[in-house]
Each structure stands twice: as structure tokens, then as C-alpha cells.
């Protein structure tokens, strides 16, 4: 698609807003008489990995309700409590009054009532809490930890039960950047000069708060904050230090503090390079997953609760970009075998233009809506079956199983069209659908489906 028709397309994408509640609807068994058999890899059942964050997820708070939750989202990842917003002075009583955890609550309301997951980020801590330091994302001092876990008890017991129904909760968000000397929602627990970067003293903390958290309820799950694993440690580059945090975590102890590996990935819009959407594997799983190992711990599941792809320049470009990234952040994911992925945000361009929403126009739904919306309705609660063997080697192809659905999804990163043919048999009907959900061409040639490749995801759905 030539960039004058993206800009077309994206100029006309607000007229869309009315189609927004509508699922996309593939072609009916009736339309689609063929069914194509692909060479498959592997197995691996990873069903609702589709989450976002938002900054709000309430009607009273303006959004429209209907689409967000019309994305068929499992996950919603919510920053939002601040220990100094509820104890602002050590020993008083909590308070739940204020405007910032109304909203919260607000929004935890909505969740449960729609049956959303959430990941709930508890950080901020007081003054007098992170003393000798002045940010709310400081280290906590030690002396203080008790009194975090209790703090966190009384967390649990309240979000924990209805009509919150909270079960996973995340201690802090990116930890492993350095002390900042100001407030943050984001750091930061890493210490200069440390060999571990702070990881020691944050599972430390770790080891304090999850045995009182788990004893308030035992069936919640303890996500670490977030990690920014920027870069993997190398101990011949002393610049990598902050890579070793998570491996701090596990060198004090605190491997059975937590339940879900938590950890950030970004890539950002590279035209004209290799992989202008970004790299097709994140080196962060097997770098975990290996310390896991290696510090003899079970597999823990891991969530990537923080991802986009950026757009430094909010350009027409990137933004088609973006919505062609969603549907390969998410089969990736699948194929990772994560437990979720939370899409960086859903409704604020705070970070680098990622919103699927236009936050400036009360939330019309923007290019990278339908993309998301679409994958997820294709592949929430499907079962990874493994890559397709024997195509061009330009082309990724995936397969997943769903009730009596087999769904295949493909894309390169070639600038132009890569075509490839797949053999077809037996009598099953099949539907051909674009990115966003709509009816592409889809017939089949003596026993020979033929398709094409572009930058934009495809999917053939074969009903059985």
C-alpha cells in the first residue's frame, strides 16, 4: 500500500467509530470451500495473552466502556496505587479517600465485571519510608520493610475479594533502573557501584512482603516489578551492570517471593532496515529463563507487562507500522509460551505515540485498534500449534487450533509482496482475512492455495 493510501486511511479511519462494537466477522463456512494442510512444529497451549494498559477503564471517567472491552482483552495492567497516597505517615490509619484510588477502584469495578485479569502495580512509597532518599521510587529503607508488609496485607485483604477481585499484584515497576532524585512511576531500586545494582536488596524486601501477602490470600500471584532489561549482563562491560539486577533478586533468596516473572520490551519504528518492526525473537525470555535454571528454580511464567512499538514522530508511516507490528508482538508472545503481554497504552500517547485510542479526540478508535481487536478475537483461547515449515524462507507463517478452527497467520518483513503457494486437500472451508479483519481473495487452483506475503499480517481461518 503506497503511503498516500495509509494517509487515506488514516484521515478516514474516525468514521469508523460506529463499526468500532462490531466484531469482525470472517467469511461463513458457506463462503470458504476449501481447506489448506500446512507442515507443522511443536505444540504449546497459551490462551489469553492479549492485555493492555490503560490509564482508565471506567465510564464515569469518560471512556467509552464498550471499546475497550470490545477488544476481547484478558489482561488489563493497571499503575495506579501509590503507597504514600493511602499512608502518607508511618503508623496512621490507611486512607482510601482519595481521588486517585476512587479511580482506581472505579476501574478494578469495571474489570471484574467484565472479566478482565488485572495486574495491579503497587508503588510510590512516602518520604519517610525511602529516608535517606527523597523519590517515592527509592529503595525502601530496611528498617521499613515490616511495615510494607503490612501495608500490602491490608492491599490484599481489600483488592483481593469482591467486588475488586484482584489476584495479581506487582511490587513496584522497573525496579532496575538507577535511584532517581526525584518521583517516578517508574525505578528505582538500581545502585551504583553495586554488583548486583540493588537486585540483593529488592528481593530482600521481596522475601519480607510476599510470605504476609501470600497469608491474606494464598491464591493471589506476585509479579516482581517489571524490568527494564535494557541490555544483558556482560561481565566485560561494566556498563551492563543493571542486567544483573533480576540475578540479585535470585542471589538473596527471594526466587520463591514471586509467582510471574515480570519484564518490559520495546522496539522502535526502523524504516529501511532488516527488521523495521522490530527483532522476530527478545533475547529477555532465554536470559531469564536460564538464571531461572541456573539458581535451580522451577519455570516461573513470564509476562512482558510493559510493549509497543514507538514512534518518536507520530507520522502516518508509524502508525500503519504499529498496527502491522500487533498481530506479530501477540503470535510471538503465544509462541513464546507467556502467560500475557500488556500492549503500552491503551489510551495515552505519554510514551512515544502508542495509543490505540486518540486520547485528543475522546478516544476514536485509531488504525492500531482494529489490528489489535482483530487478533485478539482470532487468537484468544487458542492453542499454538508451531511454525509452518516449507515456504519461503521471507515468510513467517503460524498455525493455532481453536474449538473446530485451525488459524494460520503470515507476514514478511520484505518491502515487497513475497508470493508462496501451500497445498490444499480435503473438503473444509476456509476464510482469507486482511490485518484488520476484512475479506481477502481466497480461492484455490488445481489442489494449490496461492498467497502473498506482505508487511501487514494475514490469517486463514480452515473451520473443520
Known sequence: MTNLHRSAFLLVITLCILLASLPAQAQSPEQAPNQIHLPLVAANPTPGVFGFETTRLSEQRGIDLSLAVGTGISWMRRNGLLWRDVQPERGAALRWDSNAVKYL?????????????VILVIRGSPRWAVAPYSSDCAPINPQYYNDYAAFLTAIVERYSKP??????????????AYVFPNDAPYGCWGIEGDPYFGGRAYGNMLKTVAPAMRKANPQIKILNGGLLLYRPYDPNDPTTIPGRFFEGMLQSGAGTSFDIVSFHAYSYYAPGTKEPLGPSTDWRINYLRDLLKRYKLPAKPLARTESALLCVEATPDCRWAQADYIGRLFVRSMRDGLLANIWYKYDRDSYHNTALVDPSTGGVPRVTYFAYRNAAQLLTGATYIGRVANVPAQVEIYRFERDNELIDIFWTDNAQQVPFTLSVSG??????????????????QNGRLTLYAERSPAYVVTYR
Request: charged share 30%; glycine share 6%.
Open 105 to 117: 477502584e472505579d476501574d478494578l469495578r469495571s474489570a471484574t465485571q467484565n472479566r478482565i485479569n
Open 427 to 444: 473438503q473444509s472451508k476456509i476464510a482469507c482475512l486482511d490485518r484488520d479483519g476484512g475479506a481477502l481473495a481466497c480461492t484455490v
Open 163 to 176: 467486588p475488586f477481585n484482584v489476584r495479581y499484584f506487582e511490587i513496584g515497576n522497573e525496579p532496575d
